[in-house]
């Protein structure tokens, strides 16, 4: 999905892009609407949708307290690095802590989606190349991307397919909005 806006006399391609949260330190809830609310002080990020809070099973090997995970949608003017560095800044200002690989985390934000652009580079991968593995990344994400088929379509199609048996729950008495 690219539109072209117009800012002076550049033009600027307008992204749909897809975040996965997550977040198991402290209060949870409140870790995921401060980085929603840090994202979206970015004029150039409009947050479009929220998945519900899932809360979910930690995947990996490290042995630590379930995660709150959301998805998101949004539109933005940004580049897809320059999503991932206000991505960091947001990760900074929650003073996100990364002592363990794959361990506890204040906050962390993935970019799963950018557009319909492919990117490997040393610090970005887009799509995210870990999301057809976690069950937690694909449905919070099918929530929130009904008006997009081709995405919607590429991740009903990696939930069917995911050998991902890890549980989710969505949570019922808690959200977050935009
Ligand atoms: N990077 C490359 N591609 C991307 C991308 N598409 N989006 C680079 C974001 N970052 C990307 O990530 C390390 C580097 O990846 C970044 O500097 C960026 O340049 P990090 O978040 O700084 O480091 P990390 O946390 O050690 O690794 P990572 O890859 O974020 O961890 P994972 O694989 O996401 O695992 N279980 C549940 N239930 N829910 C979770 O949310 N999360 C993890 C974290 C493990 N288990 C979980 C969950
Ligand atoms: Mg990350």
């Known amino acids: ?6 800012l ?12 996965s949260i ?17 994202l979206a002080q970015n004029h150039e990020i409009h947050l479009r949708r929220v998945s519900p809070i899932y809360q979910t099973e930690p995947v990996g090997p490290v042995v630590q307290r379930n995660f709150y ?10 580049t897809a690095l320059e999503l991932l560095d206000w991505c960091h800044v ?14 506890p985390r204040t906050i962390d934000l993935d970019i799963i989606f950018y557009g319909d ?17 976690r069950r937690f990344v694909i449905q919070p994400l099918l929530d929130v991307s009904g008006d997009d088929q081709t995405i919607h379509q590429r991740l009903a199609e990696m ?3 995911t050998t991902d048996t890890n549980w989710i729950d969505q949570l019922k008495n808690q959200g977050v909005t935009i």
């Not at 997550?22 to 840090?38: E, K, P, S, W």
């Not at 995970?69 to 940004?78: K, R, V």
């Not at 652009?117 to 593995?133: I, S």
């Open 69 to 78: 995970n959301i998805g998101l949608a949004l539109d933005t003017t940004l």
């Open 117 to 133: 652009q492919a990117y490997d580079l040393p610090r970005l991968t887009v799509p995210h190349p870990e999301a057809a593995n």
């Open 159 to 161: 939930l069917e397919q």
């Open 22 to 38: 997550g977040t198991n330190i402290g209060d949870r809830l409140a870790n995921l609407q401060r980085a929603l609310n840090v």
């Open 90 to 103: 947001v990760e900074q200002s929650l003073h996100r802590r990364r002592l363990i690989h794959w361990g």
């Open 1 to 6: 999905m690219s539109k072209l806006k117009s």
């Open 8 to 19: 002076g006399d550049k033009k600027m391609a307008i992204r749909r892009a897809y975040l």
